[in-house]
């Protein structure tokens, strides 16, 4: 493997000290050592987005707090990953996306296999706080083979950057702003009338909700498969890696 | 190629042509006398000169005199000396002046401003020091006045590290809000690796009732334009940018325009004044956004892509416009350049307080009797901005709060109105120096509707990427909506608080950031009215 | 748990509510089976859709209400069991976070909805069901139990699996706190 000849240092997660990889994020260092930050619109592989606030840490004495994922881990670094502030404020962050979309995780397709469902349990999320805000938002089930519901959508973007960074084909993008944010397809057309989407379904294996699913899949049966673009980004790098190590 | 500009030459020029006529009478033409009627009061001035050729008098447009309040404004200047103001004028109004005033030597007194009067005396203006004196769309009007002797002392006189030094010297802060120094920005783009590098002026003036930079892009866009290329010389740049917001379109048309005349008297180009430095400067339209005032989101629309922000680092002087290395200064912070390279940043230094050098412009809004622009030397307290330049209170009512920053600043209540208006003053009373929206508010003002009305905004104009930013304003809104419409409870005041504190330290821009800032001051100055919209009672 | 007041009634009250929901949560909770019995030797409950009472009674010590808050019956009976409870229990995904009963909530205003679906529908008769006194209102918008009253604790689930139930009332009956981390809090 070529990460053995990596140069390395020394950080330490909430007081323990573990090697890191030079250049390599603190989430990525951290999830290697099965140090639990969680985290949502990061994936191994594409690039930094930094949108979904989930993954925040401390560093040290500093109280600016910084994203996991987009933070490089520095010699002696020491950082914080669960102080009682943190745990509070990821709890909030995962209630506000609980309220902004229609997450009815009951009749969900992913229900049970959802990465916003599993960081709601990671932080204690029994209840959302705040107002559900129930928009209104219209389904795109003009692709032949894939649907796209973005009542369940948290704009982690993951569907744009596959598209674009690994598929080469940027069929997605986000349109509006604010709360009326939402991803488009093409030029804001229906995807079924796409004529860049490949149909390779690479945004449908990255998607952390059930928002991006496959026609016809009834409540818990979409399973997607976001390691299999870790594996294939790993490999377009010419590295391979464990997928095991990374969500 | 054109040879360039005799600087020397046109000012000699211009400055002969000035009292050809033994009166001028001068016209704000400036967007909000615009809007008053100034269009008209020119018109009428030129159809009675033309009609009647006994009138000895010059009619010229002018950029913002500052007091809209009293627009239009005229001005009127007679050979020898003598000024007098004018303020209301309409075309009828404007007849009177010329054929009293001019004709007559008998001033109108029905209409005549008080040139003693604070709001004019107690002003000290680098920025707009042309404001109501040149003809923007002139550059030989600019040059009259001073105009460019800077770049031509910088470049024929100076070298990139001097220029720098003076900025260094003057320890001008950005005019943008955060009061980042711009010397150590400077710095980093002069030190910056590379053949391409990018100044950018940040135009994107977005603050409800701010329009500081407006004026000085449409009013004096010459200045802007020396200003950046003294910029680009200190850091090496070889292009520029103005990124403009769409809503301001005459800003654009006069930028373009004067973009096009420095070009044509090679004070942009190739070799300019026949030196070896070279800058292009090109004029770039936002969509629209507020959030394009960030420095990442305004490089990102600038590329032509979407709006938003990104992470930081790298920052734009190791990674900006298409990967090379960018600053970003706004537009007030440029038009600060020239009288600091001109007159020394020792000079500039000495004006304002130690930590926050220099003046800043206001644009005085709200229940005031004067609203305006003016500029004041950093420091100058808020009650001589309220009471002395401001007049007062309008209709005599007991002041109640002022609001600097815009959505990213607070409210100050009464009790600090002897604060010295400066970077850190405000900063430690929990508002922002921001841009320099200054709105005045009296008694009647409720201060949970104003913090409402800057959470909108601030929600209106989240970019979406960062989730506490996106849901967390939409939640803020509703909350304070709840509780202004008295159906709120103490539990909506936590809540809002608790959110206030996770928008504020896990949004990734500046505009999340802050976004709690107007809740969080007008909950800690004036927490008895949230109480009493809850039905709490103060114990 | 403490006891109510009397020495001769030291046995706990518990109450269940079914509100806007499908029921499927108290099926859920005779899906504990035999347990059922051993609640019934150490409890009384005292109301329940499963129990022949007609009216909320007083001093209920323990309160799982199942059901979001969707019209004036729900909100009147949500202020009632509220007022007369210790302890609230939000029972399942729907009063919670209002779940599939709030699904209606993006749709807009209720009446539009009744039209829609009584009247416009071919196969209908034409007529919104509307009699006073026995057809309650639609409240504009469907509501979680905690936006409504105070909610003591939280069981979410659809339902909640009846080892989850019966986690959460033996913790309640030993007069602890239900556990409100891991895999417990999972909805759906």
Known sequence: MMRERRRTLTVSFDGVEVDAYVGESVLQCARRHQVDIPSLCFLEGLSVYGGCRVCVIEVAEDLRLRPACATTVAADMEVSTDSPRLKAYRKAIVELLFAEGNHVCAVCVSNGNCELQDVAVHVGMDHVRYDQRSPMRAIDASHPKYLFDPNRCILCTRCVRVCDEIEGAHVWDVGSRGQQAVLTTDLNQPWGTSTSCTWCGKCVAVCPTGSLSYQGTAVGEMHHDPKMIVRLAAARRGEWIDPEEYR | MATPIDLHEVAEREREARFRTPWRTKVCNSTACASAGSGAVLGAMRNLVDEEMALDVTVVPTGCMGLCSAGPMVRVLRRGGGEHAYGRVDSEVAVQVLRSHVEHDQPVADHELDDEMPFFARQERIVLANGGIIDPDRIESYVAHGGYSALEKALTTMTPAEVLEQIRLSRIRGRGGAGYPAANKWSLLAAADGDTKYVVANGDEGDPGAYMDRTIMEDDPHRLLEGLSLAAYATGAGHAYIYVRAEYPRAVERLDRAIRVARRNRLLGRRILDTDFDLTIEVRIGAGAFVCGEETALMASIEGRRGTPRLRPPYPTEHGLWGHPTMINNVETLANIPAIVGRGGEWFASIGTPDSTGTKVFALAGDIVNTGLIEVPMGTTLRDIVEEIGGGIAGGRPFKAAQTGGPSGGCIPAEYLDTPVDYDSLRELGSIMGSGGLIVMDDRQRMPDVAKFFMEFSMDESCGKCTPCRAGTVQMHHLLDKITSGTGSYRDVRDLENLCAVVRDTSLCGLGQSAPNPVLSTLHYFKSEYDELIGVDDA | ?188
């Open chain 3, 1 to 188: 748990m403490t006891a109510s007041k009397d020495p001769e009634v030291a046995r706990p009250r518990i109450a269940t509510v079914w509100l806007g929901g499908c029921s499927g949560c108290h099926m859920s909770f005779l899906d504990t089976d035999e347990w059922l019995f051993e609640l019934a030797a150490r409890a009384d409950i005292v109301y329940s859709p499963i129990a022949d009472v007609k009216a909320f009674p007083d001093d209920v010590d323990v309160c799982l209400v199942e059901g979001a808050v969707a019209n004036a019956d729900n909100l009147e009976l949500a202020h009632e069991l509220r007022a007369k409870s210790k302890l609230v229990v939000s029972f399942g995904d729907c009063a919670v976070s209002g779940n599939v009963t709030a699904m209606r909530n993006p749709l807009g205003d209720p009446r539009a909805i009744l039209e829609h679906v009584y009247v416009e529908a071919p196969d209908r008769d034409g007529v919104v069901p509307g009699e006073a006194g026995i057809v309650p209102e639609l409240l504009p918008r469907v509501q979680p139990l905690h936006r409504v009253i105070d909610v003591d604790v939280f069981l979410p689930g659809c339902p909640p699996p009846a080892e989850r139930i019966v986690a959460a009332v033996e913790a309640l009956l030993a007069g602890e706190r239900p556990k409100r981390s891991g895999e417990s809090i999972r909805w759906g």
